[in-house]
């Protein structure tokens, strides 16, 4: 089934940057697209980015376009998010979910615990 | 941007219940439509994906059903461990994004 495991949170001033990692155990990591969700303090999940295997393929939400970027490494199964310029509005708890796509459809069917993202003065 | 409007909000329910949650889009999102639960400091769990199929290992009492612009989650008899924060999410156009969510609570 899989494990994947967040790191990298943390408490960060504005204006400054923060490093996400999500690492990938347990199969076979380098056909799978891999995306980032966050989910704010009181809010609900908002997705972030998505990148394919062969970094081909990288898309990004509205709210982290332009400051936001995911690189991935398949030989240490591994995915990162480069955030630049937080704001404290980027507070959340940072999750990476595995892509599994079907026969014209696709789902996020293995997810990270999370990582917690705390951007303040 | 595609958006989901989840309703209730909230729903207080006792166990043994049922549910039905509701998801509506404001623009047809095909089938191209999941359902996720989300507990408090867990990772979100994929309950239904293509809007009526239930994943791997998710017990019969859920379902999910809708096409289009409406989509239904429904849990028949709650058990405990069923109180939670659901989300629908549509991935049919980018940016892909979710529902408000819907709190069940006892």
């Known amino acids: 089934e899989g494990l994947l495991v967040e790191s990298g949170g943390g408490l960060v001033q504005p204006g400054r940057s923060l490093r996400l990692s999500c690492v990938a155990s347990g199969f076979t990591f380098s056909p799978y697209k891999i995306n980032w969700v966050r989910q704010a303090p009181g809010k609900g999940l908002e997705w972030i980015a998505e990148?394919?295997?062969?970094?081909?393929?990288?898309y990004y939400g509205n709210s982290v376009q332009g400051r936001f970027t995911v690189s991935r490494d398949n030989v240490e199964n591994s995915v990162s998010l480069q955030m630049n310029r937080l704001r404290e509005e980027d507070t959340a708890i940072y999750y990476c979910?595995?892509?599994?796509?079907?026969?014209?459809?696709?789902?996020?069917?293995?997810w990270g615990q999370g990582t917690l993202v705390t951007v303040s003065p | 941007e595609i958006v989901l409007t989840q309703s209730p909000a909230t729903l207080s329910l006792s166990p043994g219940e049922r549910v039905t949650l509701s998801c509506r889009a404001s623009?047809?999102?095909?089938?191209?439509l999941d359902w996720f639960q989300h507990k408090r400091g867990q990772a979100p769990r994929l309950l239904v994906y293509e809007a009526s199929n239930r994943a791997t290992g998710i017990p019969a009492r859920f379902s999910g059903s809708g096409s289009g612009t409406d989509f239904t989650l429904t849990i028949n008899s709650l058990e405990p461990e069923d109180f939670a924060v659901y989300y629908c999410?549509?991935?049919?156009?980018?940016?892909?994004?979710f529902g408000g969510g819907t709190k069940v609570e006892i």
């Open positions: 999410q549509q991935r049919i156009n980018w940016p892909l994004t």
């Open positions: 979910a595995r892509r599994r796509d079907a026969s014209g459809y696709y789902y996020f069917d293995q």
């Open positions: 990148i394919d295997s062969g970094w081909s393929h990288i």
């Open positions: 623009q047809s999102v095909s089938a191209s």
